[in-house]
């Protein structure tokens, strides 16, 4: 069956009245049948019926045996992380959403974790890496930049060395991309966005093959109760059933506007879907599309970036992506505030760096508006 078709007929009714779409149980707990007769529902922080049908919708569309709905993405990073123990490190690209950095570099040393940045992962070296590193964290295309690991080449060599691959997929959703075809032991997604898809909830996703790991990371689901609510599982499920076509528009859009910005005079455009970007080839080997974030650098010596964002009328100035509406933002005061200004300009956080979000409007609204800021913001 197509991925459209079982985004829709994924969940069934199972009350026997036939709602096509599953209920919501806002419900915090379950009567049960006798003193020793528990049945698959007991308490909802460790399982409620909607969520757990959105656990299944998820993990049949992510192609895995397992998959936990948790109340954020970062919810979902922290309860991979719950996988580590006292001692271990972590290889993680230097351009991980920043929240994720903030995560291993506040909270790591007081657990006796430790990391390790690593600029580019398709050329590091495994066969050297020290013994106290269990895992790999990773996300391609990276935020804000969109450089794009080899999939394949990487997790075959971190897992050749026995490390646990983790790959943050929220850019790609499984539409476009599933790592764990190539291996990747834990999928994690920040939901918000384009799985939910409307700037609605705040949600994340764990996903994963291994049946060993599994039960861990259901119980730092349950015992962290960093669970989704019932509601918001609903919303989710439904975000699901339209997620193929708004992802189409969303990549449709976001060559448009790659394209033109690559015709602009001062602007330094990132996006794969272009191709000169130096991850193209692989982007096109390993995933299915491009999807809807592109970043782009305005030269300061032509453009006031101020005026610029200011004089869009679609592309709101906001964090987030993955929502129906355009977005523009600036990683180096919002998404990558918490790298300090050194690290900014060693991975390449410009402070004229912009991040578009592209939604899912007509595309030549979308190009009218830019080309208009560019005239208003033109020094
Ligand atoms: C790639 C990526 N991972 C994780 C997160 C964290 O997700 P959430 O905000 O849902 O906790 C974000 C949020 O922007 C993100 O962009």
Redesign the pocket.
């Known amino acids: 069956m197509e991925y459209s078709t079982k985004a829709i007929h994924g969940q069934v009714d199972d009350t026997g009245k036939g709602a096509v779409t599953y209920p919501v149980y806002l419900s915090s707990t379950f009567l049960q049948e006798g003193v020793q007769q528990f049945g698959d529902f007991v308490y909802s922080r460790s399982a409620n019926p909607t969520r757990t049908a959105l656990e299944q919708q998820v993990a049949d569309l992510e192609g895995a045996r397992y998959a936990l709905a948790t109340a954020?993405?970062?919810a979902a990073?922290a309860i991979a992380f719950e996988l580590l123990q006292s001692g271990d490190g972590i290889l993680i690209s230097d351009t991980v959403?920043g929240?994720?950095w903030q995560f291993v570099n506040e909270l790591f040393e007081s657990r006796n974790l430790s990391y390790e940045l690593v600029a580019d992962f398709n050329q590091y070296d495994f066969s050297q890496v020290a013994s106290h590193i269990k895992a790999v964290f990773l996300?391609t295309p990276t935020?804000p930049l969109l450089q794009v690991t080899d999939l394949e080449k990487v997790i075959g060599r971190a897992k050749a060395q026995g490390l646990l691959v983790i790959v943050?997929n929220?850019?790609m959703t499984s539409y476009l991309q599933r790592p764990l075809d190539f291996g990747a032991d834990i999928v994690v997604y920040?939901a918000?966005?384009y799985y939910a898809g409307h700037s609605d909830i705040?949600?994340?996703l764990v996903v994963t093959n291994r049946e060993d790991l599994y039960p861990q990371l259901k119980l730092a689901h349950k015992l962290l109760g960093a669970i989704l609510s019932p509601f918001d599982a609903f919303l989710l499920s439904r975000g699901i059933k339209t997620l193929p076509l708004r992802l189409e528009k969303h990549q449709e859009n976001a060559q448009l506007v790659a394209e033109y910005l690559d015709q602009q005079e001062g602007v330094e455009v990132f996006y794969t879907g272009l191709s000169h970007h130096p991850g193209h080839a692989i982007q096109e080997q390993q995933a299915s599309g491009h999807g809807g974030v592109v970043s782009f650098v305005l030269d300061e010596e032509t453009y006031d970036l101020e005026v610029f964002v200011q004089s869009l009328t679609l592309f709101g100035f906001a964090v987030?992506?993955g929502g129906v509406e355009s977005l523009i933002c600036r990683p180096a005061t919002m998404?990558h505030e918490s790298y300090s200004t050194d690290l900014q300009e060693r991975i390449g956080i410009r402070q004229n760096l912009l991040r578009l979000a592209v939604g899912i409007e007509a595309g030549q609204d979308l190009i009218e508006d830019l080309a208009h800021a560019f005239d208003k913001a033109r020094k």
Request: charged share 15%.
């Open positions: 954020t993405g970062m990073t959403y929240g994720t996300e935020n943050d929220t850019f920040s918000t966005k705040l949600a994340g987030s992506l998404t």
